[in-house]
């Protein structure tokens, strides 16, 4: 279905059962509500979606939008807007506390504005003393659902609109995927497309399982389908999406390896390029390795989250993996690929960790040379095992290393991320430069930036650029 058919639903009726032909039922009913509103007020309604967090929040925020604009809404980027939604994070406490920052001055606006609509969901809100504490502290909040009944949006905004209280609505779990709903993609040219939900891995320190639930794959026909229809609209690249990639399809009727979506996405005629995120060391076969080496799409670029080099930590934090086992990993892909990119994710400060097992996750950096890592300080998140541990990390030496990770994890980035420089790469060029006129900023393989003049037509197209001059994390290039 479309949005223009749309017109061809039949609101005398009640709503159908089945999805997800209901909730276009109820963007109609919300269609005509959001008409009248707009009417009253002389103007069109704005809408916003203020994302935090990963790349799978990013695709829920395209999924929220696209059915907003059906409705018709007009979308904004800032947080001026008659319907507001804050599309959350809980990973790390950080995340946490800046969306309870916004909520404060979006309390203020609403004194203003009182027909002022806002929404929360994401993970955040899949945990019951986050719930309770918006009911209690933040009563002029709309609507709160979870990530597991995103799919509903449509019904529970129009729920929403035509009540005057709180409406909450989050589920523990699900089973359900609904496809075929609308979207309002960021880009033209590239989109991440969700491969799995979920998470089963419970690494101790992590929320995810808890808030994303178990893993669920999308069956393989509806994931090619989609990729398909978006060639046709455009796209050269897509990131193929799931907290861990490398377990796709285990759980399907017709049990499928992730490898084996791969090759199946690469035969996708006016696909380019293919990405995807994120992998689990414990789950990277040699199958994949192999699909990897041979693909002419799959870019050159492998994220493998490392946590800890300790294996001593490793095994508490149930990563199910050793510092050996992950260093012979690397030493088959770059065999394999011995050009390949590996960036990762590191997290310093975990329960019990001492100088020695930090300095184990300083050799492990040392060894691989990353081109690129992101580090975070442990964040204690309740309800995960971690957060009950004994000898928890003092805050201050956690920040010691946490600077002398970064500074070490910099120094090597910056060297390995400039040996491209003198060649000649293919780059998809993806958006006017913000800084100098006239420039563009496109993307390599391996997930670097490079700046260089060129005519804003070229933005989603790959052309061939000559990297001369590396400046530590990117590159400036000219068009050839
Ligand atoms: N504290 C710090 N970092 C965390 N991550 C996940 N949970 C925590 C936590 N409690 C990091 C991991 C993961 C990335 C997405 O976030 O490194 O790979
Ligand atoms: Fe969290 Fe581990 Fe699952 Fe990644 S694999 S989402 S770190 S539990």
Redesign the pocket.
């Known amino acids: 279905m479309n949005t223009l058919d749309l017109d061809k639903i039949d609101l005398s009726t009640e709503a159908p059962v089945q999805e997800p032909e209901r909730q276009y039922y109820f963007m109609a009913k919300l269609r005509a509500l959001v008409k009248e509103k707009s009417k009253k007020l002389g103007r069109p309604l704005v809408a916003s979606a203020q994302t935090f967090g990963?790349q799978m929040n990013a695709r829920d925020s395209e999924k929220i939008k696209g059915i907003l604009e059906t409705v018709g809404y007009e979308i904004t980027e800032s947080e001026k807007a008659d319907f507001i939604v804050y599309n959350t994070c809980t990973?790390?406490?950080n995340a946490n506390l800046k969306v309870y920052g916004h909520l404060g001055l979006m309390g203020h606006e609403k004194k203003n504005n009182p027909d002022m609509m806002i929404a929360l969901c994401g993970c955040m809100m899949q945990e019951p003393q986050v719930v309770e504490k918006i009911k209690k502290s933040y009563r002029f909040v709309n609507l709160v659902f979870g990530t597991h009944n995103l799919y509903k949006f449509a019904e529970l905004v129009y729920t929403s609109m035509i009540s005057d209280r709180m409406i909450i609505d989050v589920w523990k779990d699900t089973d359900k995927i609904v496809e075929d709903l609308p979207c309002d993609r960021k880009y033209f040219f590239k989109s991440g497309v969700n491969i799995m939900f979920g998470c089963n891995n419970f690494?101790s320190?992590?929320?995810?399982p808890y808030v994303r639930g178990r893993e669920r794959s999308r069956e393989p026909e509806e994931i090619i389908k989609e990729i398909r229809s978006l060639v046709a609209d455009g796209v050269v690249e897509v990131m193929l999406l799931g907290q861990n990639v490398n377990s796709y399809g285990k759980n399907l009727k017709n049990p499928m390896s992730f490898a084996k979506l791969l090759e199946e996405v690469e035969k996708i005629e006016g696909l380019e390029r293919i990405r995807f995120m994120?992998s689990h060391p414990k789950d990277l076969s040699d199958e994949l390795i192999e699909v990897m080496a041979k693909s002419k799409k799959i870019c050159q670029h492998l994220h493998l989250?490392l946590?800890s080099g300790s294996s001593r930590i490793l095994k508490i934090m149930n990563r199910k993996y050793t510092k050996e086992h992950y260093l012979e990993l690397v030493e088959k892909l770059r065999k394999a690929m011995p050009d390949i990119s590996l960036t990762t994710?590191?997290?310093v400060?975990?329960p019990g960790e001492t100088e020695e097992d930090f300095q184990e996750t300083l050799d492990v950096v040392r060894k691989v040379r990353y081109d690129s890592a992101?580090t975070?300080?442990?964040?204690?998140?309740t309800g995960?095992p971690?957060a009950v541990m004994e000898n928890q990390v003092p805050e201050d030496v956690v920040k010691d290393r946490f600077d002398r990770l970064l500074k070490e994890v910099q120094e090597i980035a910056k060297e390995t991320s400039s040996r491209y420089a003198g060649q000649v790469v293919e780059v998809l060029a993806e958006e006017k430069n913000h800084q100098e006129e006239g420039y563009l900023t496109g993307r390599l393989s391996n997930n670097l930036l490079v700046h260089f003049k060129g005519d804003e037509s070229l933005i989603g197209k790959l052309v061939s650029v000559h990297l001369t001059e590396s400046r530590g994390f990117y590159y400036m290039g000219e068009l050839v």
């Open positions: 990963c990973v790390r406490e690494c320190y992590c929320i995810v994120t989250p946590q994710d590191i997290i400060g975990f992101f975070f300080i442990y964040s204690k998140r995960t971690a």
